[in-house]
């Protein structure tokens, strides 16, 4: 199975920008289609963004289309999401998340196989 190591979390300032990396390990990057969600305090986790297996096509959740952007370099087995503009309500734990299966674009958690551990954004007003 494939291991998913986030990275890149911390505090940042409404409108700044941070950058989230997600390194697998195990099994090649390529072989999934990758997402990244988020929980907030609180709050069920939600779908940020997912990018197929060859880069083709992206998706994002509505509140965070234009101002996040998700990209993967296989070579590396590293999968990233630039935030830029956050807002407070950006404020999460921010997890990386692989699928196995044939469908792009899926949003439900359970759709995926494999989870990191989280890294923690906190955006302060």
């Known amino acids: 199975q494939v291991q998913l190591v986030e990275s890149g979390g911390g505090l940042v300032q409404a409108g700044g920008s941070l950058g989230l990396s997600c390194a697998a390990s195990?099994?090649?990057?390529?072989?999934?289609?990758m997402g990244w969600f988020r929980q907030a305090p609180g709050k069920e986790r939600e779908f940020v963004a997912q990018?197929?297996?060859?880069?083709?096509?992206?998706y994002y959740a509505d509140s965070v289309k234009g101002r996040f952007t998700i990209s993967r370099d296989n070579g590396k087995n590293t999968v990233y999401l630039q935030m830029n503009t956050v807002k407070p309500e950006d404020t999460a734990v921010y997890y990386c998340?692989?699928?196995?299966?044939?469908?792009?674009?899926?949003?439900?958690?359970?759709?995926?196989?494999?989870w990191g551990q989280g890294t923690q954004v906190t955006v302060a007003s």
């Open positions: 990018i197929t297996r060859d880069s083709t096509r992206t």
């Open positions: 998340a692989a699928d196995s299966g044939l469908v792009a674009g899926l949003r439900a958690p359970d759709e995926y196989d494999y």
């Open positions: 195990g099994r090649p990057l390529s072989w999934y289609e």
